[in-house]
Every structure is written in C-alpha cells, then in structure tokens.
C-alpha cells in the first residue's frame, strides 16, 4: 500500500500563498498577499535573495547600476531602461466625463496645463514598445520654463483629468513628452507625469496617480529606481519590475511611515530626495 502525505487545509493555503507571492514580480497589479512586517538593521540592510554586495538587479537581467549626474552642483541617479508591457488591454475605462475643478464663483472648469507645459507645440510621443526619452526631451524635464507643481496642485489636475477626459489633440499641445507606461498613456508637464486620461481610449490605469519626474526619467525608470533603492534598504524584496502594483506602494508606505514623511503610498519630490534619488 501507498504511503499518503497528509496537510491540513489550512497548511496547503499557505503553501499556495507562498508559491503564488514568489512567482509574481513585485510590481504588478495582480492582488498581493498580505504584506509582513519588515524588521531593519541599522548596521546592515536586507537585501532581497539573490541580491549581493548591495547592488539590484533586474528579474533576468543583467546589473542594474544607476549613473550619476552632476550640473550646478545638483546630483541625479539615472537608472538605466525597464522592460514595461506592451499587451493592448481590452475595452477602456468607464469615467464619466465631467469637469472637477471648481471656480470661485461657483463655475466648473477643466484645470489647464501651466508653466512647464506645453502651449502651442507638439508634445514628444514615444512610440510603444519604447521607453526611453531623447536628450534634448531629458534636458526640458530636468528644467521645466514654469517651475513644478506642488504634491497638492498636482491631485488637482490629476482629479480634473480623470472627471475630464481629454481627447489626443489636448494632450499632445499640453504636455511635453507622452509616453506608454504599463497599460496606458501618461504626459508630462509641470514637473510630473499624469495618467492621459482621454488620449486613448483602450488605456487602462491600475495605478490612477500622478508620478513626479522632474528627474528627467520615464516613469518606468523612476519606479525601477525607487524599487532598487528600497531593496538595498530591506523595504522591498521583490523584482525589479519598473511598474507601480501594490507590492511597491505598500514598500514605499513603510518608508515613508517609518521617515516620518507624508504617507501617499505614491512617488513624489520628498521621497525621491529622502531616497538620494533626485538632491
């Protein structure tokens, strides 16, 4: 007779949990497993497995080491290209198309680009399938005419973008650079990167935030970057995957919890700066 192996149920769930948590990259969308406790040293920080002499590296990939930058006295982490999907998802979001931010006297408007827009030109389109942007497109984000927005403006043209869809023209005369990042369009101006609501009907955003990139980086590249620095740091033990999924912004809650910072679970200018990402 066979010798049976028995499991509880509960010990088999476990199992299945585990197998599924190690399989998936750290920044999908899928649905993650509940996320531990993370226990730090303050004399040696825990790298993810196969990880060594602190130095991350992409899922399959050969080293992913950053360059640094230096122009008047300013230093930037320039990590190299992610690879980044591009499946076309079916159908598109359903968001009712209304305007969301409001006037003092009452009147709804849809909140226009400023400054570092792009007003009267052709914003860069980066063809899909392609993530990195040209020098001279680098240069303009580095050092946007009108300034930066604030984390606070930036929600608020986010939320007018999503309640007031956009069509391809607006998008491509307002920003200035558009780029395909994980499931959807994204453009850039005044010192970030928004998710393009309205320039293509069959993006699909999973993370709906916006992505500070003042860096001059693609936002694959900055979400690459963080991730690398949180794993060297012990807050993220997962691939290095370049996209947003809840793996990375429960990572980056923790940092910023643990920092003292303001908890938005997204990237923007202080945890850039806290990290030595941007100075």
Not at 65 to 85: D, E
Not at 188 to 193: H, L, P, S, T, V
Not at 223 to 235: E, I, M, N, P, R
Request: proline share 7%; charged share 10%.
């Amino acid at each position: 007779m066979k010798n049976l192996v028995l499991i509880s149920a509960a010990t088999a769930v476990g199992l299945l949990t585990a197998t599924s948590a190690f399989a998936k990259g750290g920044g999908g969308n899928s649905a993650p497993p509940p996320l531990p406790a993370i226990h730090h040293s303050a004399s040696t920080p825990a790298l993810a497995p196969g990880i060594g002499g602190g130095a991350p590296h992409l899922s399959g990939t050969g080293s992913y080491r950053p360059l640094t930058l230096s122009a008047g006295g300013n230093h930037t982490l320039v990590y190299p290209s992610v690879r980044s999907s591009n499946v076309h998802p079916q159908g598109g979001a359903n968001v009712t198309s209304v305007s969301a931010i409001k006037t003092g006297g009452g009147n709804v408007q849809s909140k226009p680009a400023t400054g570092g827009g792009n007003p009267g030109s052709t914003a860069v389109v980066i063809p899909r399938g392609k993530n990195k942007l040209d020098p001279q497109t680098t240069a303009r984000l580095r050092n946007p005419n009108g300034g930066t927005s604030s984390a606070a403006q930036a929600q608020a043209i986010h939320a007018s973008n999503c309640h007031h869809h956009h069509g391809k023209d607006w998008w491509k005369h307002h920003c200035v650079a558009l780029i395909f990042f994980d499931w959807g369009w994204w453009g850039w101006y005044d010192g970030w990167w928004y998710p393009a609501w309205g320039y293509d009907a069959y993006s699909n955003y999973e993370y709906n935030e916006p992505i500070y990139g003042a860096n001059g980086e693609a936002p694959d590249q900055i979400v690459a970057g963080v991730q690398a620095k949180l794993q060297q740091l012990g807050y993220y033990t997962y691939a290095i995957d370049g996209k947003m999924g809840p793996l990375t912004q429960g990572a980056i809650a923790r940092y910023q919890r643990d920092h003292h910072m303001s908890i938005s679970n997204g990237i923007d200018q202080p945890t850039l700066i806290s990290l030595g990402i941007v100075h």
